[in-house]
T-cell receptor, first 114, second 114 residues
Framework: SQTIHQWPATLVQPVGSPLSLECTVE??????LYWYRQAAGRGLQLLFY??????ISSEVPQNLSASRPQDRQFILSSKKLLLSDSGFYLC?????????????FGDGTRLSIL | AQKITQTQPGMFVQEKEAVTLDCTYD???????LFWYKQPSSGEMIFLIY??????QNATEGRYSLNFQKARKSANLVISASQLGDSAMYFC???????????FGKGTRLHILP
């Protein structure tokens, strides 16, 4: 069966520090991969998605970036964090076929910027 | 434009009663999928149920069923015999067939009372 791992679970970082959140999927190949951010008590905002290695689509202009160095690995990064980057970050995957596929989520990372 | 609307920000329901969470959607795509997710206080997003726009029957998964009314563009989630563990945030979502992205509503927070 497929599993998705996301880490760390919680992270406290000072303003201006770098960020690296990692997500890996097991038990499937060529998945679509997604990064979302959720502000407290709010809905999900799609940040990035990827349909293949090295293919990244950005949904929201910001100081975050994403990379997919391997088929089942998706990384969210920042060179300098802002206070507004605080939130709950979720990684998700879906089968690599077009449309109508549910996304399956990792357990999330709670990021607090001080 | 694609849009999901959940008009109930919060609901309180007595344990063992049935619950209906409302969802309406807007799309010009002829083919699409509809999803419901549950987010407990721990944060993970749990996929509950899927309905395809061309499916003739309403989807069911255990105590969950989706009341799909295509002409009204509504996709309400029905939870039968509610349990304390059903207390969570519930998100309705939609994906057009041509796209790998899912659009989420803002969610409904459900409280099950003992």
């Amino acid at each position: 069966s497929q599993t998705i791992h996301q880490w760390p679970a919680t992270l406290v970082q000072p303003v201006g520090s770098p960020l690296s959140l990692e997500c890996t999927v097991e038990g499937t190949s060529n998945p679509n991969l997604y990064w979302y951010r959720q502000a407290a008590g709010r809905g999900l905002q799609l940040l990035f998605y990827s349909v293949g290695i090295g293919q990244i689509s950005s949904e929201v202009p910001q100081n975050l970036s994403a990379s997919r160095p391997q088929d089942r690995q998706f990384i969210l990064s920042s060179k300098k964090l802002l206070l507004s980057d605080s939130g709950f970050y979720l990684c998700a995957w879906s089968p690599g076929v077009s449309g109508n596929q549910p996304q399956h989520f990792g357990d999330g990372t709670r990021l607090s910027i001080l | 434009a694609q849009k999901i609307t959940q008009t109930q920000p919060g609901m309180f329901v007595q344990e063992k009663e049935a619950v209906t969470l409302d969802c309406t959607y807007d799309t010009s795509d002829p083919s699409y999928g509809l999803f419901w997710y549950k987010q407990p206080s721990s944060g993970e997003m749990i996929f509950l149920i899927y309905q395809g726009s061309y499916d003739q029957q309403n989807a069911t998964e255990g105590r969950y069923s989706l009341n799909f009314q295509k002409a009204r563009k509504s996709a309400n989630l029905v939870i039968s015999a509610s349990q304390l563990g059903d207390s969570a945030m519930y998100f309705c979502a939609m994906s057009p067939n041509r796209d790998d992205k899912i659009i989420f509503g803002k969610g409904t927070r459900l409280h099950i009372l003992p």
